[in-house]
């Protein structure tokens, strides 16, 4: 490697010091608002958390390494929400046929208020199931309308869908996931059911 | 056509945002949700899950801003390092593929003029074909063939130069 090699190198490497379109501070403040909320989102979307903790990083390099960002913070983060889902459908090809693992919701060792802890744990377990039952594209629909409380303009945005399709696949999300809880709770007795 | 949509669901979610549901809301909307299946299916949902991301999020563990930003910039470097030094060991695999054919080329000439000096030093050196005569029978065959072998010459050295390189990343 000759002296005009290493200077072509330490320039691209100093470079990549403007790579980021993005400066430190705005990527902090938006970081603080988005960071716990996409990771729980990774987390529900694949059911592990250690992968949950590589796809948030994933998502957060390439939201950096984009050319530019949306202006406003509710484009940026339904932005942000668009790569993560797509990181999350790109790892479910990957194992696609391998059975997906319930998150093991009482893995977790943070405190839960006295007498409610079995109600709790039950009714996340619950959930877990149902949802382990639907689609990935219906869990990505009820978590992001009912969890993050988002519009159906900015799930459309985060999901790559039309904006006009999501009420009608909201609701049959919706049907679908409340029979399979009813379904649970009743498990046992009668059986039947909507969907 | 059934409905997808009844009028009341937004105050049903905004008792249950506002954690009302089920036990501080009024009489009228209990009775609304038992009454109508959307919204009933729509209560039997968002509980569970609204319940679920509180405690998820109360429970998740996230690297901090600086940790994220730093483990970023330290990739792109490492990226960009990689974009930079790409040209350059493509052109060192093209000067090797060149330096190897030259010296080839000349081991073939010189190869008489070694083989005399070798017997000279008591070595029985093997006779190599005649180069005027793999040249001729290139000429007879053709000029495509001379350039498929030119260029299966050119590219062996750089494929082999750039597949090392592609299992060492």
New interface residues.
């Given amino acids: 490697?000759t002296l005009g090699?290493v200077e072509?190198?330490e320039?691209?490497?100093g470079?990549?010091?403007q790579?980021?379109v993005m400066d430190?501070t705005t990527?902090?403040a938006f970081?603080?608002r988005t960071?716990?909320?996409l990771?729980?989102y990774l987390?529900?979307m694949c059911g592990d958390a250690q992968r949950a903790?590589d796809l948030?990083?994933e998502a957060?390099?390439r939201f950096?390494?984009a050319g530019s960002h949306p202006a406003d913070d509710a484009h940026r983060r339904n932005y942000l929400y668009r790569i993560a889902t797509n990181l999350v459908r790109d790892a479910r090809r990957r194992v696609r046929g391998v059975e997906v693992e319930l998150p093991a919701d009482d893995a977790?060792d943070?405190p839960?208020s006295g007498g409610d802890v079995a109600r709790?744990v039950s009714?996340?377990t619950?959930?877990?199931r149902a949802m382990a039952h639907l689609t990935a594209r219906e869990r990505d629909l009820?978590?992001l309308a009912?969890?993050?409380?988002s519009s159906h303009g900015e799930i459309a945005e985060s999901l790559g869908l039309k904006a006009g399709s999501i009420?009608?696949l909201l609701?049959r999300a919706?049907?679908r996931?409340?029979w399979l809880?009813?379904r649970g709770e009743s498990r046992g007795t009668a059986g039947g059911g909507r969907a | 056509m059934r409905p997808?949509?009844c009028p009341r669901e937004q105050d049903v979610m905004d008792a249950i945002?506002s954690g009302r549901w089920p036990h501080r809301c009024d009489a009228e909307l209990h009775a609304h949700v038992e009454a109508c299946d959307?919204c009933?299916?729509?209560a039997?949902?968002?509980v569970?899950?609204?319940?679920?991301?509180e405690?998820?999020?109360?429970?998740?563990r996230?690297?901090t801003?600086?940790a994220?930003?730093w483990?970023?910039?330290v990739?792109?470097?490492l990226?960009?390092?990689e974009?930079?030094?790409r040209p350059?060991r493509a052109v060192t695999a093209v000067a090797l593929a060149c330096s190897t054919g030259l010296l080839a080329a000349v081991l073939t000439l010189a190869w008489p003029w070694m083989r005399t000096w070798l017997w000279a030093q008591g070595i029985d050196a093997p006779v190599l074909p005649d180069p005027s005569g793999v040249i001729a029978l290139l000429a007879g065959r053709g000029l495509p063939l001379a350039i498929g072998a030119a260029l299966i010459a050119l590219a062996a050295p750089v494929a082999l130069i750039l597949a090392l390189s592609e299992r060492r990343h």
């Fill in positions: 490697m090699d072509r190198l320039r691209a490497t470079d990549s010091e790579t980021f430190e990527f902090r970081y603080d960071a716990r909320p990771w729980v987390y529900r903790d948030l990083q957060y390099y950096l390494r977790h943070a839960v709790q009714a996340r619950d959930l877990g009820l978590w009912y969890a993050e409380g009420r009608m609701f919706r049907r996931l409340a809880l009813q | 997808t949509e945002a959307l009933s299916d729509l039997e949902v968002v569970p899950i609204r319940d679920d991301f405690q998820t999020l109360y429970e998740a996230v690297p801003a600086g994220t930003w483990r970023a910039q990739r792109a470097r990226e960009a390092r974009a930079a030094s350059i």
